[in-house]
């Protein structure tokens, strides 16, 4: 049994760390923040620049500065998480260690997750490199559909099946820094080339994502006549479909972003 873990340097230094780093990120979103509204008071006093544009520009770019520390983030603790290994026969499967631990709120339940998450994952692979055990809810990827290198990870879009006996399409992502990363991805190279004689559940995807375009179209005109500038329709309606129309362009966005990630 072989089995990649990303190295984990951070629990000899503390613990806590992703916490840590979380509540990091909100310390630098606030002094940002003040430091975007001194600064569009000063440059509208001194130079007489729009305060409401320093302020919306400050505001975007600090909100994406914000998405990018929590991205990175994210990255990091995806890594710690996830184990990757082959059985005796070979087979490759990947395993979520958050799944064993309880959801909690704010920075210290976030800190909590995080040690029960680190606790839990040395558990499993002290079972795992004893008792050459199976644990439950790992998942097999029988085939790699697809690997993109980005600057941090690798996004996998595999077929895999669940321990159940059910199949279906996965999106992966797999963090950068594992040990012996280059025999993970051997193996996940291995796996593009191979013809599985596994049957694939039916994709029904593209089909509700026209039903919702269909849907989202109706409510749209709907919304159009009953406008009260309009008012070919009964006023009444307005409401009801504008309300209808924001569920299904989520409902949409949430099929398009399955369909993208091939799942």
Not at 192 to 200: G, H, I
Request: net charge positive.
């Amino acid at each position: 049994m072989k089995i990649w873990v990303s190295p984990d340097k951070e629990k000899n230094r503390y613990r806590g760390g992703a916490a840590l780093k979380a509540a990091g990120i909100a310390v630098v979103m606030m002094a940002l923040t003040v430091i975007t509204v001194a600064l569009s008071f000063f440059l509208s006093a001194s130079f007489g620049i729009s305060r409401e544009q320093i302020l919306m520009t400050g505001c975007i770019l600090t909100v994406l500065f914000g998405v990018w520390l929590s991205v990175r983030l994210g990255n990091r603790v995806l890594r710690d998480a996830q184990i990757f290994f082959t059985d005796d026969d070979g087979r490759l499967y990947v395993l979520d260690a958050r799944l064993f631990i309880q959801y909690r709120r704010g920075f210290p339940g976030f800190a909590r997750m995080d040690r029960d998450m680190r606790k839990e994952k040395e558990a499993i692979l002290q079972q795992m490199r004893k008792e050459h055990l199976m644990p439950a809810g790992a998942v097999e990827i029988v085939k790699v559909d697809s690997m993109r290198e980005r600057s941090r990870n690798y996004s996998l879009v595999c077929r895999v099946k669940y321990g159940h006996g059910g199949t279906g399409r996965r999106t992966y992502l797999l963090a950068k820094g594992y040990e012996d990363e280059r025999g993970l991805l051997w193996e996940l190279e291995r796996r593009k080339s191979w013809q599985p004689a596994l049957e694939m559940r039916k994709d029904h995807t593209s089909a509700y994502i026209l039903i919702s375009v269909l849907l989202f179209a109706v409510c749209t005109g709907l919304c159009i006549l009953s406008h009260p500038s309009v008012a070919y329709l009964p006023q009444t309606i307005y409401f009801p479909c504008l309300g209808l129309d924001f569920v299904f362009i989520w409902i949409l966005v949430y099929l398009v972003i399955k369909r993208r990630r091939g799942e």
